[in-house]
Each structure stands twice: as C-alpha cells, then as structure tokens.
C-alpha cells in the first residue's frame, strides 16, 4: 500500500539549476497538491490539480511549473533554482470530496538545498 | 483575509497529564477546522476535522478539539498524554467556500516520561 510516493527524498542544487520533484499516488485520488515547509511557517500551497489536464495556482506559484499527464503523476519542476527555494516539499492528494473537506494524505516530504 | 495562528511554538507535558496545543482562526465565512500531526521525518497524517455539529469532535489516536465559535478558536485536547504523541501539530482552517487550506506554524508537542 504505497499511498504517496515522492521521489527524490534529498537533493542539492546549484543556483539556476533544473530539477523536478516527482510525486505518484496510487488511490486513484482526482486531486494532487504541492506545498513547501519553511522553518516557523505553515505549509504555503505551490500548485494543485483536480484532475489528468487541470492545474492551478496556490499561493507562492513563483518559479515552479506544474502538469497533470495522468491521475497518478503530479511533478513539480524548478525552472531555475534560487537559494529562497531552499525547502521541505510535501506532495498531497484526496479524492474531490475528501479535499472539499480538508483530508489530504501527504508523501514523506523531499528535502532540497539551493546553494 | 484567512489566517491562522498557534500562538506556542513549543509545549511541554508530562506523560499522563492532560494536553492542550491551542489554535485561534479568523475567516469571513463559516470555518472548516482541521488538526494534523507530522512526525520526525515524515509527512503530515490528518488527526481530525470541523465541518459542522458538535463543538467537539473525537479524531485519532485519542485526539479531540473543541470547537468555540465565540472565541475563534479550535484547541486540540488529549486527557493523558503518552510519550508517542510527540509530533508537530498543525492547525488548518478553510472557508466553507475557498478550497484552499491555511496552515498555520506549528506546535512541537513535547511529552516527558
């Protein structure tokens, strides 16, 4: 029962670099969402999707591209990364219902370094 | 605007005593509330929610939180606590109608033998 996979777990990258984040899920949830933790902060929403095809903004979308190609795969792609990129990134997702109310299983994180 | 905020950044109790880890929101509509627990290294699991009903409501591993409207707020409560419950506690809070979930800093909860 794999749930939310994120792939790489740890990653260091040099300033303007390009990398993305992988996220898979196998519950055959609709809904797929990126956010970052940052130290003394809540978790602030990157990047969402509601279904294969449709992707939205969340709150700090800056520098960060989204796409939803299938059901299972949501990958976050750093155009070019800034040391201000230096986060835990968490990947969520939920069946349409289960968001609408706020349930939302998360992946272990990936933990990225900008130097 | 929404916003959340968990005023103690860190909270210490003794195994067995009861816990408390507080939460005040604001919104313009009628909130949804939500706890989650993220343990060292891993993701956030969702402990319990406020939608609407009862001002208290009964969520995982022996975790409830009351609702008060009045007060704004949606502490988090635990009659005895146990070594295993020390975790970071995050509080979240949507309006009934924005998808979108705000979070706020967290709470390191922290139970001594």
């Known amino acids: 029962n794999a749930g939310v996979t994120q792939t790489p777990k740890f990653q260091v990258l040099k300033t303007g670099q390009s990398m993305t984040l992988q996220c898979a899920q196998d519950?055959?949830?609709?809904?797929m969402s990126w956010y970052r933790q940052d130290p003394g902060m809540g978790l602030r929403l990157i990047h969402y999707?509601?279904?294969?095809?449709?992707?939205d903004q969340g709150e700090v979308p800056n520098g960060y591209n989204v796409s939803r190609s299938t059901t299972e795969d949501f990958p976050l792609r750093l155009l070019s990364a800034a040391p201000s990129q230096t986060s835990v990134y968490f990947c969520?997702?939920?069946?349409?219902?289960?968001?609408?109310?706020?349930?939302?299983?998360f992946g272990e994180g990936s933990r990225l370094t900008v130097l | 605007a929404q916003s959340v905020a968990q005023p103690e950044d860190q909270v210490n109790v003794a195994e067995g005593n009861p816990l408390t880890v507080k939460c005040t929101y604001s919104v313009s509509g009628n909130p949804y509330l939500f706890w989650y627990v993220q343990y060292p290294n891993r993701g956030l699991q969702f402990l319990l929610k406020?939608?609407?009903?009862d001002n208290l409501v009964k969520g995982s591993y022996g975790f409830e939180a009351e609702f008060n409207k009045s007060q704004t707020s949606f502490h988090l409560k635990k009659p005895s606590a146990l070594v295993s419950d020390s975790a970071l506690y995050f509080c979240?809070?949507?309006?009934?109608?924005?998808?979108?979930?705000?979070w706020g800093a967290g709470t390191k909860l922290i139970i001594k033998p």
């Open positions: 979240a809070v949507r309006e009934d109608s924005n998808y979108q979930l705000i």
């Open positions: 406020y939608i609407t009903g």
């Open positions: 519950m055959n949830h609709e809904y």
């Open positions: 999707s509601v279904g294969a095809g449709i992707t």
């Open positions: 969520a997702s939920s069946s349409l219902a289960a968001a609408n109310t706020g349930e939302l299983f």
